[in-house]
Nanobody, 114 residues
Framework: VQLQASGGGLVQAGGSLRLSCTNSGSISSTYFMGWYRQAPGRQREVVALISNMGSRNYRDSVQGRFTISRNNARNTLYLQMNDLKPEDTAVYYC?????????WGPGTQVTVSS
């Protein structure tokens, strides 16, 4: 399993970004995939999770603004982020929970300017 995230960048408040996380192999057998983030001086926190059956969970602060999705045929996880706020600034990491273990990608920086 090798996860590679992309799509981060600098955006003004109110703007949008779409993060992608591609696995070198299949993601169809994952239990859960998710996006986490870590801001400077803070602990890593969960942003959104999606099960292999497609059920989704979001942290309260992003509910209604972010959408997590997955395309098993493309081995890719997405996070559509709309109405971004400065407090969304962080390094975003994708995660895959599989029978063989718990895997992390290297992270992608998202910076939201006010």
């Amino acid at each position: 399993v090798q996860l590679q995230a992309s799509g981060g960048g600098l955006v003004q408040a109110g703007g949008s970004l779409r993060l992608s996380c591609t696995n070198s192999g299949s993601i169809s057998s994952t239990y859960f995939m998710g996006w986490y983030r870590q801001a400077p001086g803070r602990q890593r926190e969960v942003v959104a999770l999606i099960s292999n059956m497609g059920s989704r969970n979001y942290r309260d602060s992003v509910q209604g603004r972010f959408t997590i999705s997955r395309n098993n045929a493309r081995n890719t996880l997405y996070l559509q982020m709309n109405d971004l706020k400065p407090e969304d600034t962080a390094v975003y990491y994708c995660n895959a929970q599989m029978s063989s273990g718990n895997y992390w990608g290297p992270g992608t920086q998202v910076t939201v300017s006010s």
